[in-house]
């Protein structure tokens, strides 16, 4: 990389913004589609479930960014069980604004208060984060988009009905500008 010039990268940022506008959106969705299959004990999948957040979300009159985020709040689940919820929210954080980040970051933990008492533990956890400004926006998304997702009757959209939104949340030009990672 050290013997590139100006006009080289010019020439790779070329490519490379031109793929971020077609391929993405595409693989945003394949993040979602990687969700089908197990149930792991609900009455359907993973997919399933972010398809009807999502569509919930949109029945709601939801902002664009926070339809994409409740379709794609847990596309972690395949690559970091345990954190997924960071690693959505880094993928999302680019392309939505601080709230929406902080939302999906922070869901997991959230979504604990539904259940955690049932394993033992501190269905309230949730509470260190009371003095954020977006800790409502959190209980309401968990409330809304999350625990009650997991409906085998309810109609959800198909997941080619959110390609616009996710394209056009997607092909915005990163918050982080042209460095990539902050």
């Avoid at 690693?87 to 939302?103: N, Q, S």
Wanted: glycine share 6%.
């Amino acid at each position: 990389m050290k013997d590139g010039t100006k006009e080289d990268y010019q020439h790779l940022g070329r490519i490379f913004d031109h793929h971020h506008l077609t391929v993405l959106p595409d693989q945003m969705l394949a993040a979602v589609q990687a969700l089908e299959g197990p149930k792991l004990g609900y009455q359907i999948d993973r997919a399933r479930h972010s398809r009807q957040a999502a569509t919930r979300a949109l029945r709601n009159g939801e902002s664009v960014e926070m339809v994409v985020a409740a379709l794609l709040h847990d596309i972690g689940d395949v690559l970091a069980p345990q954190n997924h919820s960071a690693l959505a929210a880094a993928v999302l954080a680019p392309y939505v604004d601080d709230e929406v980040t902080w939302v999906v970051k922070h869901h997991g933990l959230f979504q604990g208060y539904y259940y955690f008492h049932h394993l033992d533990a501190d269905r309230d956890a949730r509470e260190r984060f009371i003095s954020s400004p977006y800790y409502d926006r959190c209980v309401d998304f968990c409330e809304n988009y999350d625990q009650n997702c997991f409906d085998p009757a309810y109609d959800d959209l198909p997941l080619e009905a959110f390609r616009p939104l996710v394209a056009e949340v997607f092909s915005r030009p990163s918050r982080y500008g042209a460095a990539g990672d902050v």
